[in-house]
């Protein structure tokens, strides 16, 4: 801010973040910076601008190496070398919790240098309906080898395992970083973008026949006749997942909201399998926060199931818990994040 300017003009300097990585309303976000301030000499004349350095929301470089030609409006005083951190609520419902403040490490002051190796980036963006095969790391140190990115121009993607019928992961912001993949010899490997929400904790079939509702989830698919038979492309180049098991052939069509909020799930099976349930979510914590509507690993995301959908059942699994559902045609449910 500067009052000196003429009425309109007071706020200036501002830089728009790289892409969008919040998620949605009411999940903790995870915000990141760092922050140089301002160098005055011994008159106590400044010598330097204060910079941003770096500042990642949700894991993702939102802003990066900005210079402030000054203070924002309503600070508490002139800008000096050291002061008090304030935090700003007056813009609509928000809570905060554990906030760290550490010295930056000499390496990072006055250098604007974030890493990442020295190949260009190989980036892909997703103007319309995309997809990318690839290896995905979906966890850390665990790689689904038969997966398939899927963007969206509403700037919400997701990753789909193909050997399990799994909904991997999704993230909003930009698309797909293949430089793992194609710089050089490669590693086969893409990367996501933008902020990832992680749906799965280790990849299993998403669809099991279970003896009762305390049998364990299979860890594979062996003798369930799983076969995965692709994609078909719909009449907006969206995929139609297809694979059999148990005898039945499934249709999985997974889309963004037109909000852009969150994705839309619609598992379709040709014919009734007795005793065939849904592995909907494998988490830490699972909490039920009204009929149908699901708080899931600690505020990660929401999972909302549509009406007329059988009651799930939340059950304890390897000291976390697990949210299944039967499926008799048809299930449809959305997540938002």
């Known amino acids: 801010m500067d009052d000196a300017r003429p009425e309109g003009s007071k706020g200036f300097e501002g830089y728009a973040p790289r892409q969008n990585a919040s998620k949605a309303p009411g999940l903790w976000q995870h915000l990141k910076i760092a922050f140089q301030a301002p160098k005055f000499d011994a008159t106590g004349k400044k010598t330097s601008n204060a910079r941003v350095l770096a500042v990642e929301l949700n894991g993702v470089l939102v802003q990066d190496n900005v210079e402030l030609f000054g203070p924002t409006g309503g600070a508490a005083d002139k800008e000096k070398p050291l002061g008090p951190l304030r935090l700003q609520g007056d813009h609509g419902s928000v809570a905060f919790r554990n906030i760290k403040i550490s010295k930056l490490p000499e390496e990072q002051i006055n250098v604007n240098n974030r890493g990442g190796g020295d190949a260009d980036p190989i980036y892909i963006d997703a103007p319309s309906n995309t997809m990318i095969r690839s290896f995905v790391n979906y966890a850390p140190k ?196």
């Open 142 to 337: 665990l790689l689904a080898v038969h997966a398939i990115s899927v963007g969206s121009p509403l700037k919400t993607h997701y990753s789909y395992d193909l050997d399990n019928g799994l909904l991997l992961q999704g993230w909003h912001g930009e698309f797909i970083d293949a430089t793992p993949m194609w710089d050089g010899r490669g590693n086969g490997t893409s990367r996501a973008r933008g902020a990832v929400t992680s749906f799965v904790k280790k990849a299993t079939p998403a669809l099991a026949q279970l003896a009762t509702v305390q049998t364990t989830w299979p860890t594979d698919s062996t003798g369930s006749g799983f076969k995965t038979k692709g994609y078909v492309i719909d009449n907006e180049d969206r995929p139609q997942f297809k694979y059999n098991i148990y005898g039945a052939e499934v249709t999985d069509l997974i889309t963004v909201s037109n909000d852009g909020k969150g994705l839309n799930r619609s598992i379709n099976i040709d014919k009734t399998v007795p005793n065939l349930y849904v592995l909907l979510a494998n988490a830490s914590s699972i909490e039920e926060l009204a009929k149908g509507y699901y708080l899931v690993d600690g505020q990660s995301y929401y999972l909302e199931l549509d009406k007329g959908a059988p009651k799930p059942i939340i059950r304890d699994a390897n000291g976390g818990k697990e949210l299944i559902i039967l499926l008799d045609k048809q299930l449809n449910y959305s997540i938002s994040f």
